[in-house]
């Protein structure tokens, strides 16, 4: 064996605490505590003797927690991307240099390309709003729609300067003596006592609801509720053409002023309406709809030719009624007064106003130059499905369905007389074109009466349909009248 191996290990001392450990601990920590708190508080006096260390009186300050601002712009940058991506941009290239155009932006840059043009758009509506371009669009269509407005309403006052003549002619017949005047009148009463019927044809398998006198008094149009419109010869009754368009009841055909005078046979020359809300326009060329005119979502009841032959007037049963500039082919007025459907529109032989009847039993009168309703007719119990302006240019009859006949002044704006014209309600009235002279009223009491005017006294009634009347004419030259009836016949009458 080794030395090493013969070596004892050493033996560990053995320490002996007396009392508790703890106890000793708490006292080193309380000793360290007492001599830190001492040290420390003495550093602190000093500081505050230096001016190193402030002390408040108490108040506080509460601070707001706020993003930087390059968050907030980092913020915004991300919302604008995820705006753009929203937003859906025309791969026409014409149609984004329009929109750039539209929102006060170059429509190209240095080196560009469509793509790069069409993303430009994109970020350009991402901040302003996708709804920009909209606006801009309606504020062009708006600015150009006033500028419409403003060449119907000069093209009307030019028009309504052709008042002058009518007042010539006005004044010229007060010059001519009263003896003269009576017996000419005289004259008149005893021919339209002498109205017998001239002829009656069959027109249609349904009931014949219009009938209107061409300009040059050779032609009548008739209209049906079986969508047909047909022409006939005057006085012979031979039909000349069938025009074959609508689908569905026609409500009114109208001849165009100067229509087979001045117009050639190729031209517009007619317009019709249906209760489908469909609108269309004819030659005297063909049996087809040369155009259509779109815009009516319910029945239009009545069209009516601007004495100009420029505008065409629609009524519809969405209580409203508008003006068309065939010229430019757009709507061009939609006004809006009435509180039901409004049934029937006449035009002012100056051109200058514009009469409307409706279903809420009103009657107005507007002006074409400023659009306002002018004269307020109040007066009916029943709905007005009929109006017609004089020669004269100041009375205004209408028909209702009260079984009256109203003679409106429009100088004073009130009620000249009320016809007790018929035991059913009024369907069509007219005055004689030429002179004014007399007022012819259609009703469903199966009859049409000649009234004198003034004086309306009744000259002559109109007896032999078999159903009810539902629409009058009288010729251009004042020689012939016609009637229309459910009884599917319409008829001439003519004195002997």
């Avoid at 815009?295 to 009624?321: A, I, K, M, Q």
């Avoid at 514009?354 to 002018?374: Q, Y």
């Avoid at 009234?451 to 309306?456: C, E, L, T, V």
């Avoid at 251009?476 to 002997?496: C, Q, V």
Wanted: glycine fraction near 8%.
């Amino acid at each position: 064996m080794s030395d090493e191996e013969d070596m004892a290990p050493a033996v560990k001392k053995s320490r002996v605490f007396y009392g508790s450990l703890e106890e000793k601990e708490r006292e080193r920590l309380s000793s360290e505590m007492l001599s830190g708190a001492t040290t420390g508080s003495d550093g602190v006096k000093a500081g505050i003797e230096a001016g190193n260390i402030n002390i408040s009186s108490g108040e506080t300050l509460e601070m707001e927690e706020r993003v930087s601002e390059r968050q907030q712009e980092a913020l915004a940058e991300f919302e604008r991307r995820r705006r753009a991506r929203q937003i859906t941009v025309s791969t026409d290239d014409a149609e984004v240099k329009a929109g750039l155009r539209a929102l006060g932006e170059p429509i190209t840059l240095f080196g560009e390309g469509p793509a790069d043009r069409r993303e430009r758009l994109r970020s350009v509506l991402s901040v302003v709003g996708p709804d920009a371009l909209k606006k801009s669009r309606k504020d062009e269509e708006r600015a150009k729609r006033s500028q419409d407005e403003v060449s119907t309403r000069n093209s009307c006052c030019d028009w309504s300067v052709r008042a002058m003549r009518r007042l010539e002619a006005a004044r010229a017949q007060k010059d001519v003596a009263e003896a003269t005047r009576t017996i000419r009148q005289q004259e008149l009463h005893k021919s339209l006592r002498n109205l017998n019927n001239f002829c009656s044809q069959i027109g249609d398998d349904r009931p014949i609801s219009f009938c209107h006198f061409s300009p040059d008094s050779k032609m009548l149009a008739t209209a049906s509720w079986s969508g047909l419109c047909k022409l006939w010869s005057v006085p012979d009754c031979n039909l000349i053409r069938t025009l074959r368009g609508h689908n569905t009841n026609v409500g009114a055909v109208v001849f165009r002023p100067q229509a087979g005078v001045s117009l050639d046979q190729s031209d517009v020359s007619l317009a019709s309406c249906a209760a489908d809300g469909s609108v269309k326009l004819w030659n005297l060329e063909s049996d087809e709809p040369v155009a259509d005119i779109e815009g009516h979502s319910e029945r239009v009841s009545r069209v009516s030719w601007h004495p100009s032959g420029r505008f065409l007037g629609t009524t519809c049963y969405d209580n409203s009624w508008r003006l068309w500039d065939l010229e430019v082919q757009e709507e061009i007025l939609h006004q809006e007064g009435h509180s039901k459907g409004v049934h029937d529109l006449h035009f002012h032989p100056d051109g200058s106003l514009a009469a409307t009847g409706g279903l809420d039993a009103f009657g107005r009168v507007w002006d074409l130059r400023t659009g306002r309703c002018v004269v307020f007719l109040e007066g009916h119990l029943k709905e007005i499905y009929s109006l017609h302006f004089s020669p004269n240019g100041y009375h205004l009859a209408t028909g209702s369905g009260d079984n009256t006949c109203k003679v409106w002044d429009l100088r004073n704006r009130k009620c000249l007389y009320t016809v007790p014209a018929h035991q059913n309600l009024l369907s069509a009235v007219r005055f004689q074109p030429t002179d004014g002279h007399f007022l012819l009223t259609g009703a469903y009491d199966n009859t049409a009466k000649v009234w004198s005017h003034p004086g309306w006294t009744p000259l002559k009634t109109l007896a032999g349909h078999e159903g009810k009347v539902m629409g009058v004419d009288v010729s251009p030259d004042g020689k012939l009248i016609a009637t229309s009836s459910y009884d599917r016949t319409f008829k001439l009458w003519l004195s002997e």
